[in-house]
């Protein structure tokens, strides 16, 4: 089986500051695996080089055998990897309904421009609908978006990924600044996500509990380079990685 995202070499500098260091690794389909690491060691800037928000100085970067590597980030969640960030990007005047509601509009414009006007409108509500219940936030659909607890708001910006389809999601640190019982809530969720949307899953993580509770591998980022990747007991008995991370806590 091919490797879905295959990372090579992947450099990113700024000036004198090297935040990726020839960083390299393969994702398989359907995977569910976290990438994590000190505060500061490139994790959130290799997300950026996946997606397009920043350009890596050497290497590549293939998703389903494609080198997106100067591609813009709406031509590479056009071809499949969608992301939710670690502050959720959202309409905040707009309800809950609204703000999955235009991203389901602009997925029928670009797949299913054939729907009339009222057709259309009508099958993006279902489809809002229908996300809103996968995320258990249905009975807030008529909510502010900024009235929804952070928790609630991380899911929201999940849901939106959601809407435009994507084979590979990728989710910066889910589960930062919510409560326990909230970070409980979101590990259960993000795992039926996976398995429901038959998705390809790459997160950002600090909360052991969840990146030892679900991922299948994880990934050790320290100072931009790849420190260790495996399972989650063999990451957990690596020496280096509990010396480098693990050993923090």
């Given amino acids: 089986?091919?490797?879905?995202?295959?990372?090579?070499?992947?450099?990113?500098?700024?000036?004198?500051?090297?935040?990726?260091?020839?960083?390299?690794?393969?994702?398989?389909?359907?995977?569910?695996?976290?990438?994590?690491?000190?505060?500061?060691?490139g994790k959130t800037t290799l997300f950026n080089q996946i997606t397009g928000h920043l350009h890596p100085n050497s290497g590549r970067i293939l998703f389903q055998g494609h080198d997106v590597v100067g591609d813009s980030p709406q031509k590479i969640v056009a071809q499949g990897i969608g992301r939710a960030f670690q502050i959720a990007s959202l309409f905040p005047d707009e309800t809950v309904l609204d703000n999955v509601k235009v991203a389901c509009l602009s997925r029928l414009d670009q797949t299913r421009r054939f729907w009339r006007p009222v057709q259309r409108f009508r099958r993006a509500t279902e489809r809002a609908h229908g996300i809103l219940e996968d995320l258990g936030l249905e009975k807030q659909a008529d909510r502010l978006a900024f009235e929804l607890a952070h928790g609630d708001q991380k899911l929201l910006d999940i849901?939106?990924?959601?809407?435009?389809?994507?084979q590979l999601l990728l989710l910066d640190e889910p589960t930062a600044g919510m409560s326990p019982e909230e970070r409980q809530r979101t590990r259960e969720l993000i795992k039926k996500l996976w398995k429901a949307y038959d998705l390809t899953l790459v997160f950002i993580e600090h909360d052991m509990d969840m990146v030892f509770g679900i991922a299948q591998k994880v990934r050790v980022l320290q100072q931009g380079a790849l420190l260790a990747e495996g399972t989650p007991d063999e990451i957990r008995n690596n020496k280096d990685v509990v010396t480098a991370y693990l050993g923090e806590a």
Avoid: D, R
């Avoid at 849901?159 to 994507?166: S, T, W």
């Fill in 1 to 41: 089986m091919n490797a879905i995202l295959e990372l090579e070499s992947v450099h990113k500098s700024f000036g004198g500051l090297q935040v990726t260091q020839n960083v390299s690794f393969a994702v398989m389909p359907g995977e569910i695996s976290a990438i994590i690491g000190p505060n500061g060691a």
């Fill in 159 to 166: 849901g939106i990924a959601l809407v435009l389809e994507p």
